[in-house]
C-alpha cells in the first residue's frame, strides 16, 4: 500500500501546476492582452479569461455604503489592438429572482444590470458607460463634468448576456474606435464596474462608488497596461432615405403631400483626440413631440432638446446661467440653447401665417470636439439655417448662422478647470424682417472652479452680451419681458433710436459638495438690464440680482423605518439691479425611502417674506407690492420592483390675502404587463384661481397708459399614455398619445391705481372702459399630440423608423359650458394632421 502511495506521488509530481488565480486590487487591474479574441457568447471559456486578473472586490455602493454585498461578483478585463473585452459574472443564489425586462435601446427599465464605465482620457472628469440588463437590452452615455450624463450618445458595441444556474453574465466588446482616448505606450483608462441587483435595490461596484463623495468619474479605479492600442478608426458614415406623407394647409383643401428626402450623418476621427460630427439635411421626425402647455406669464417656455445630433455631446457646450442647486439647475437658461437652431418661423404669428411650417429646415450643421492629453477640451459647432418665405413672399425665418465654441482647461488631476465659450448668430435680415428681428447677436462668457479639501469648491463666471439690428428691432427688445425699459416707476430709460443693446452676466459660488451627512451652498449672481442672449441662449430675466443658500442632511445608512433620507433648507433672496426686492423665501423639503420601497416627498416654501414687488407682474408698468404666500406640496411614490407602481403628486399655493390658491393633483400608474410590454397613464388636473392675472395694457385718447388686471378661474387637465412593446431588444414600439385641455373665465377687470401700497384693495381701480370690463371672455384652448414609433436597429448603427404622427388643435375666446368630456369630444372633432414617415439609415465604417 506504501508502495502504491509512492508511486501516486511519484506521478502528481511530473503533472503541470496550474498557475495561481490573479487577483486585482481594491483599485486597480491590469489588463490581458487578447492573442485570441474572445467569442461574444455570454461565456468564460475563452482562454483569455482563464489567464485574466479576477476582479472580486466588489462593495456595496448603495444602500450601505461599503458593506458586503448580498451576492458576489466577479470581473476580467482584456484588450486587443482594436477592442476592449470585458467579462463579468454576476453570481445570484435566486436566478429565477433576476428581473430581466425588455424594451428600447437606451430605456432604463427597473432591472438587474450591468454596466462598465470608462474614463479613456483618464482625466478623471469624463468617460463613457456601458450598460445592460439580463435581457441583452444595451443603455449607453457619455459623461462629462465628473458625473453629469449625456443620454443621447450612441456607441457600436457589442455584448451577450446569459442566465444560468450560477446567476447570469455579461460579455462585452467596446470598439476602441468608439471611444477617445491618446495613443501611448503602456495606456491607462480610469475604470468603474457597476450592478445593480433590482429586488434588493442593492448597487454594488468596483472600485466603492461613494455616494457621500461628490464626482462620478474621479472615483474611478485604474485600468493600466493598455499598450499599443490602434489609432481610433477614421471614418463614421450614416446616410438616410426618407419619405414623409404630410397634410397640406386648408387654403390647399388639406391636400396631402409626398415628400422625399436624404441626408445624412459624418463621424469623422482627424485624429485620436478630435473628432468632426456633421449633419446634412437632417430630419428629426421620430422625435416625440413637446409637452403641451397654455403660457399665460410673461415668460418664454423652455423645452428640452430632444434632436440626436444636438444632444450628443451638449455637456462640452454646456455654459449655464441662473443655475445654483437651490434651483436644481432645472431652468434650462444658458448662453447656448440649440432648440433655437431649426425652430419654427418666428415670424408666422406676426404675419398672421398659418400656412408656416413647424420648423425651419437646417441645411447643415458640424461640430469639432477634442480632448488633449494636457486636460484641454475644445468643441465648436456651426449651423445654416434655410430662408422661410410667407404669403407676398414676406420673411417669416430668415437664412442665418449660427455658431459656438467652447473651451475647458482642467488642471490638479481634475478638481479645477478654466473655460470659455464664444457664441454668435448672423441672419440675412430683410424689409419684412429687419423690423422684428436682429441682424446680428453676439456673447461670451469665461468660467473657472476650484475644488479643494476634498469636499469643497468654489466656481464662478462672467458673461457679456450684444445684439444689433434695426432701431424697430433693438426696441422691441428693449420692451421685452426679458428686460421692460419701459417701466415708468424702473430707473431704465428706453431709448427708441438705440441700434444695438449690451449687458453682463456674474455668478459667484462657494459649496460643500461632498460629506456623508452634511453638503451646503451658497451663491450670488447678477444680470444687468441690457443682459440678452435669447438668440443662440435661454433667459428669462434680465435686471436681476440673486443670494441663494441651500443645506441638505443626508442620512444614507438604513435603520428599521428609511432605506434612505434627505432633508434640504433653502432660503433666497431676488432683487433688481437697482435694488428692488423682489422676492424672500424659505423653502424646506424631505425625501423618505422607506424599507419597503416606497418614497415620500413633502416640503413647503413661505415666500415674499417682508416687502417685496413684482416688476414684471405688469409688463412694463409699474411694480406692484406683493402679498405672503405659501406652497405646500406632496409625492407619493411606489416600489419600482412591482407591476404595478403607482404615484401621486398634490401642489397648492396660496395668495393675494387668501384671494388667489392652485391647487394641482397628478397621479401616475406604471403598469409592467409583461418582461417585453409595459404602459403606464399620466394624468394632471390643475385648478387655477388667480385675482392678479395680467389682462391687457390699453392707451387712452389722452395717451395715458392703463394696466388692468382680472380675476381668472381657470381649469386645466391633461393625460400621457405611453406604451412600449420590445419585440427584441433591436425591434421595439412606442406610442406616445397626449390630450391636453385648458378653459377659463375672467372677470372684475381693473387697472392699477396705488401698485406700492401696503392694502391690497388700494392698489387697484375699476376700469373705466365697460367695451372691456362688460364682458372680459375667456379661452378654451385644445390640443392632441401622439407619436406611433416603429425602431428596428437591423444591423449595428443602422435603423429602421416607421412614425405616425398626428396633431389637433383648437382653440375658442371663450371658456364654454361643456364638461371636460364634452371638451375632448370636441378636440377629436377637429381636423387631425397626419404625418406618415419612413426613414432608414445604413451606418458605414472605415
Known amino acids: 500500500m506504501l508502495g502504491g502511495l509512492s508511486a501516486l506521488l511519484v506521478l502528481q509530481a511530473f503533472q503541470p501546476v496550474a498557475a495561481p488565480v490573479r487577483h486585482a486590487t481594491a483599485t486597480t487591474v491590469r489588463a490581458t492582452l487578447a492573442t485570441t479574441a474572445p467569442v461574444i457568447d455570454g461565456r468564460d471559456d475563452d482562454a483569455v479569461w482563464t489567464s485574466s486578473p479576477v476582479i472580486d472586490q466588489f462593495l456595496e455602493a448603495e444602500p450601505t ?34 428581473v430581466s425586462l425588455l424594451s428600447r435601446r437606451d430605456d432604463q427599465t427597473a432591472s438587474d444590470h450591468i454596466t462598465i464605465l470608462l474614463d479613456s482620457y483618464h482625466d478623471h472628469r469624463t468617460g463613457f458607460e456601458f450598460s445592460v440588463n439580463p435581457a441583452g437590452v444595451k443603455c449607453d452615455y457619455a459623461i462629462y463634468n465628473d458625473g453629469a450624463e449625456d443620454v443621447a450618445w450612441d456607441a457600436i458595441w457589442d455584448v451577450a448576456t446569459r442566465t444560468d444556474s450560477l446567476g447570469w453574465t455579461a460579455e462585452y466588446r467596446i470598439p476602441l474606435s468608439q471611444l477617445h482616448y491618446s495613443v501611448r505606450k503602456d495606456g491607462v483608462f480610469g475604470i468603474l464596474i457597476w450592478r445593480v441587483i433590482q429586488r434588493y435595490t442593492e448597487t454594488i461596484t468596483w472600485p466603492l462608488y461613494r455616494m457621500s463623495r461628490s464626482g462620478l468619474v474621479s472615483q474611478f479605479g485604474e485600468l493600466s497596461g493598455l499598450d499599443g492600442l490602434a489609432r481610433p478608426g477614421d471614418l463614421e458614415v450614416t446616410p438616410y432615405l426618407l419619405t414623409k406623407n404630410v397634410q397640406g394647409p386648408a387654403s390647399s383643401g388639406y391636400d396631402r403631400d409626398q415628400q422625399v428626402s436624404a441626408g445624412g450623418d459624418l463621424k469623422y476621427q482627424m485624429s485620436s483626440n478630435v473628432l468632426l460630427n456633421a449633419t446634412v439635411n437632417p430630419d428629426f421626425g421620430q422625435v416625440d413631440a413637446d409637452p403641451s402647455q397654455l403660457n399665460l406669464s410673461a415668460f418664454e417656455t423652455f423645452f428640452s432638446e430632444r434632436r440626436p445630433f444636438f444632444v450628443e455631446g451638449k455637456g462640452l457646450f454646456t455654459f449655464n446661467v441662473n443655475c445654483v442647486v437651490v434651483l436644481d439647475c432645472n431652468t434650462g ?42 486636460g484641454l477640451s475644445l468643441g465648436m459647432m456651426d449651423a445654416v439655417t434655410d430662408r422661410v418665405g410667407g404669403a407676398g413672399d414676406v420673411t417669416l425665418e430668415p437664412r442665418a448662422n449660427y455658431a459656438v465654441v467652447r473651451g475647458n482647461q482642467d488642471y490638479a488631476d481634475g478638481n479645477g478647470s478654466v473655460g470659455f465659450i464664444f457664441t454668435g448668430v448672423n441672419r440675412e435680415t430683410d424689409a419684412s424682417s429687419s423690423p422684428y428681428l436682429h441682424s446680428s447677436a453676439y456673447a461670451g462668457g469665461i468660467d473657472a472652479r476650484r475644488r479643494f479639501l476634498g469636499d469643497y469648491e468654489v466656481s464662478g463666471s462672467f458673461d457679456a452680451s450684444r445684439v444689433a439690428g434695426s432701431r424697430a428691432a433693438i426696441a422691441l427688445t428693449q420692451e421685452d419681458p426679458v428686460h421692460l425699459y419701459q417701466r415708468p416707476d ?43 442672449i435669447n438668440d443662440l441662449g435661454f433667459l428669462r430675466q434680465a435686471d436681476e440680482q440673486e443670494w441663494t443658500t441651500w443645506a ?54 413661505l415666500g415674499q417674506l417682508g416687502t417685496t414687488f413684482c416688476d414684471r407682474c405688469a409688463r412694463g408698468g409699474p411694480a406692484v407690492r406683493q ?35 392652485s391647487l394641482s393633483v397628478s397621479p401616475e400608474l406604471d403598469i409592467k404587463v409583461s418582461a417585453r410590454f409595459s404602459t403606464s397613464v399620466f394624468g394632471g388636473y390643475t385648478r387655477n384661481r388667480n385675482d392678479t392675472q395680467y389682462f391687457n395694457t390699453y392707451t387712452d385718447s389722452a395717451d395715458a397708459l392703463h394696466y388692468t388686471f382680472a380675476h381668472l378661474e381657470q381649469r386645466t387637465l391633461s393625460l400621457t399614455w405611453r406604451l412600449d412593446y420590445a419585440f427584441t431588444p433591436n425591434a421595439t414600439l412606442q406610442l406616445y398619445a397626449s390630450p391636453f385641455v385648458s378653459k377659463g373665465t375672467y372677470t372684475n377687470v381693473r387697472e392699477l391705481a396705488r401698485p406700492h401700497a401696503v392694502a391690497y384693495a388700494a392698489r387697484y381701480q375699476p376700469y373705466g372702459d365697460t367695451t372691456v370690463t362688460g364682458d372680459p371672455g375667456g379661452f378654451n384652448a385644445q390640443q392632441f399630440r401622439s407619436n406611433l414609433v416603429f425602431r428596428w436597429e437591423y444591423r449595428a448603427g443602422s435603423t429602421l423608423f416607421l412614425v405616425w404622427s398626428q396633431g389637433r388643435d383648437g ?20 381636423r387631425s394632421n397626419d404625418i406618415f414617415l419612413i426613414k432608414f439609415s445604413y451606418w458605414f465604417a472605415r
Open 333 to 374: 437658461e444658458g448662453l447656448f440653447y440649440s432648440r433655437r437652431i431649426g425652430r419654427a418661423p418666428e415670424l408666422a404669428d406676426t404675419y398672421d401665417d398659418s400656412t408656416a411650417v413647424q420648423a425651419t429646415r437646417i441645411l447643415g450643421a458640424a461640430k469639432l470636439t477634442g480632448r488633449f492629453p494636457n
Open 65 to 98: 455604503e461599503g458593506a458586503q454585498p448580498k451576492a458576489r461578483t466577479e470581473a476580467r478585463v482584456a484588450y486587443d489592438a482594436h477592442n476592449l473585452y470585458v467579462f463579468v459574472r454576476a453570481y445570484d443564489p435566486h436566478p429565477d429572482s433576476i
Open 490 to 532: 424702473g430707473p431704465l430709460t428706453f431709448d427708441s433710436t438705440r441700434t444695438s443693446l449690451s449687458g453682463s452676466n456674474v455668478e459667484l459660488r462657494a459649496a460643500k459638495v461632498g460629506g456623508k451627512l452634511l453638503q451646503w451652498e451658497t451663491a450670488y449672481q447678477r444680470r444687468s438690464p441690457g443682459f440678452e
Open 811 to 830: 382653440s375658442f375666446p371663450i371658456e364654454g359650458t361643456r364638461s371636460f368630456g364634452g371638451d375632448l369630444r370636441e378636440l377629436f372633432a377637429h
Open 627 to 661: 402679498d405672503p404666500y405659501i406652497a405646500p406640496w406632496l409625492q407619493i411614490q411606489g416600489d419600482d420592483r412591482d407591476a404595478l407602481l403607482p404615484s401621486l403628486s398634490v401642489n397648492y399655493w396660496r395668495g393675494d390675502g387668501g384671494r388667489s390658491y
Open 552 to 605: 441638505a442632511l443626508a442620512f444614507r445608512t438604513p435603520n428599521a423605518i428609511w432605506q434612505q433620507l434627505r432633508w434640504n433648507v433653502n432660503y433666497w433672496q431676488y432683487w433688481s439691479d437697482a435694488g428692488l426686492p423682489t422676492e424672500r423665501a424659505f423653502n424646506t423639503n424631505i425625501h423618505t425611502q422607506f424599507n419597503d420601497r416606497w418614497w415620500l416627498h413633502m416640503g413647503g416654501t
